[in-house]
Each structure stands twice: as C-alpha cells, then as structure tokens.
C-alpha cells in the first residue's frame, strides 16, 4: 500500500497569505496525484489531478505541482472560503489512498 | 448536473448488516466508474471500493477482508454497498463517488450517509 504523508498537519495563515502544503508518497506514484478540498459537514470537492490539472471551475489560485514522490499543492492568496481540509490522494496502485490531510486555519 | 444520492445507513449492531444505495442522475452511470469513500468520525478519508461500469471488475481496500462487497444496477442507475460482519471501526460517513473516466480521481461526490455500528 502507498503511504501518503502530508505536512504540515496544520497550516495557520491569514487571508491574502500563501498557502503550500505537501505530500509525499511512500513510492513513486508518477504524476497519478489529485488534491481534494473539505470543508466542516460538506462532501470533498476535487481541486487539482494528475498533479497540476485544474478541475473543471477551479479558481486559478489553486496550483499543484510535483511528481514521483513529492508534491505540493499551493494557494497563491487565500480568500476566506479557502479555509478548510485539504487532501491528497494517489491512484498509481490499489488500493487508492488519502493523506492524513491538512487544515488550513484562520491565523 | 451530477447528483448522486446515498441512503440506507442508521444505526446497527456488531456483527450485523446493512446494504446502502446510492441514486445517480445528471450523467452517464453505465459508462463510469463508481466508488464508495468513508470517514469515520473527526478523521480523513478512506477509499474503500470501486467498480467498473459495466461491473464486470471491482476493488477493495485491503481492511475490509472480504466484508463488503460493491455491486450496480445499471438499469436502475444505482450503486450499492452490502456490508457484513460490521464492527465497531466501520462507523463513519459513507459517500458515493463518480471517478473520471479510466479508474480516474473522484470529481463527484454525494453528501454522504451516516452508518453507526454499537450496541
């Protein structure tokens, strides 16, 4: 199984600061990366695939980049409904797995 | 517009069983994959099974020994999720998933349905 690690656990900012968050597998998992967003009591929505591909509606601000092993997803100035869960997840190998996540706060 | 719409989780015992369902409408069901995603309580997210959409393949993730097992209707747009022998630990939020074509990333999730596993 593919381990996903993400740090930091948590991410204390305030709006109009960047965001980087990182991600790094336990194997290579080529660019088979996506990130995911969520917020208290609402479904994950997908932000970024296959490392840097912007899903459909996805605000510009939004980046990903990285491949192999390491990754990293980067908000380049945080509105107030960025504020949230953030995950990566890899489907280079079954089973699919999730990083632990990150939660971007309110500094 | 995607919509899918879980439902059939409650409450039930150790050792028990529950089957959810998930109703999708806004695309085309036959021609993709489908997944069922949980997370326990104030924790991150779990995949735990795919199925193709014909339904000819399936995966699932390692925990699960053979407790659970995906399966669709086509004809009924629907997926569901059979879950036997339940524990304690398989308490959590279960959320039907639209991957992207090719066993691609998820890009549509419904809002999920609560399965509680206690005495």
């Known amino acids: 199984e593919i381990v996903l690690t993400q740090s930091p656990a948590t991410l204390s900012l305030s709006p109009g600061e960047r965001a980087t968050v990182s991600c790094r597998a336990s194997?290579?998992?080529?660019?088979?990366l996506a990130w995911y967003q969520q917020k208290p009591g609402q479904a994950p929505r997908l932000l970024i695939y296959?490392?840097?591909n912007r899903a459909t509606g996805i605000p510009a601000r939004f980046s990903g980049s990285g491949s192999g092993t390491d990754f990293t997803l980067t908000i380049s100035s945080l509105e107030p409904e960025d504020f949230a869960v953030y995950y990566c997840q890899q489907r280079s190998n079954w089973p699919r797995t999730f990083g632990q996540g990150t939660k971007v706060e309110i500094k | 517009e995607v919509q899918l719409l879980e439902s059939g989780g409650g409450l039930v015992q150790p050792g028990g069983s529950l089957r959810l369902s998930c109703a999708a409408s806004?695309?085309?069901?036959?021609?993709?994959?489908m997944n069922w995603v949980r997370q326990a309580p104030g924790k991150g997210l779990e995949w735990v099974s795919i199925i193709t959409g014909g339904g000819t393949s399936t995966y699932y993730a390692d925990s699960l020994k053979g407790r659970f097992t995906i399966s669709r209707d086509n004809s009924k747009n629907t997926l569901y999720l059979q879950m036997n022998s339940l524990r304690a630990e398989d308490t959590a939020v279960y959320y039907c998933?639209?991957?992207?074509?090719?066993?691609?990333?998820?890009?549509?999730w419904g809002q999920g349905t609560l399965v509680t596993v206690s005495s």
């Open positions: 194997q290579s998992v080529s660019s088979y």
């Open positions: 296959d490392a840097s």
């Open positions: 806004g695309f085309t069901f036959s021609a993709c994959d």
């Open positions: 998933v639209k991957s992207m074509s090719g066993w691609g990333f998820f890009d549509s």
